[in-house]
Structure formats: structure tokens, C-alpha cells
């Protein structure tokens, strides 16, 4: 009987060390830099900067004071927004290959 405790204990210990471990690197893993942004609120993030109307006048007073590219978290969706018709062909037509690497299933493709 002493046995069978111990290995359940065993078992108990390994699962919450995987648990804390899968916890922890998904906390404080390294992410890549977000660009500027304003500051944001602790659980709506930038929800109170999400425009309700007119959201180019919005975004085009952020971009003055941050920059042509702005981070938002809007509840939690990250948001960029870019200001700049320059940036945007930039980033969208000459460095497109960076951005479409998304899986394609063989079924769709046959």
C-alpha cells in the first residue's frame, strides 16, 4: 500500500512540475518588440483609444503623437494600425513574403 501512495505522489509531483512549467513559459516567454502605443488601462488595455466613429480622424490624431505604426490591445486583440501610405505599401506589397506564410491544406491545392 505504502507503494501505491508513493507513486501517486510521484505522479502528482511530475504533473504540477509540467503544469508550473508550461505556465511559466507561456508567461515570460520572449516575444518580438510591439511598436509604440499609448499607454494602456490594466484589464480593457487601449479599448478607451478604439474609436466608436469616425476611426481614420482616431487614428490619425494617435499617429501624430506615436508614429506612422501604432500598437493597440483593444481587450485583448492585438491591433497595428498604420498611418503612413509609404509604410503601408511598404510593408504590404515589398515585404508581402514575410506576411503570407500561412498553411495551405493539400486539398486546396490540388
Known amino acids: 500500500m505504502p ?8 505522479f502528482l509531483a511530475i504533473a504540477c512540475s509540467l503544469l508550473l512549467n508550461r505556465v511559466y513559459l507561456w508567461l515570460w516567454k520572449p ?7 499609448p499607454p494602456a488601462d490594466l484589464l480593457i488595455g487601449h479599448l478607451r483609444y478604439a ?41 504590404l506589397d515589398k515585404r508581402s ?7 495551405l491544406p493539400k486539398a486546396l491545392t490540388e
Do not use: C
Open 3 to 10: 507503494f501505491l501512495w508513493l507513486s501517486y505522489g510521484l
Open 31 to 37: 516575444r518580438a518588440p510591439l511598436p509604440p502605443g
Open 51 to 91: 474609436p466608436a466613429s469616425e476611426p481614420d480622424v482616431a487614428f490619425y490624431q494617435l499617429g501624430k503623437q506615436y508614429g506612422d505604426i501604432i500598437h493597440l490591445n483593444i481587450l485583448g486583440r492585438m491591433t497595428i494600425v498604420v498611418n503612413s501610405f509609404q509604410r503601408a505599401v511598404d510593408l
Open 97 to 103: 513574403a514575410n506576411y503570407s506564410d500561412r498553411f
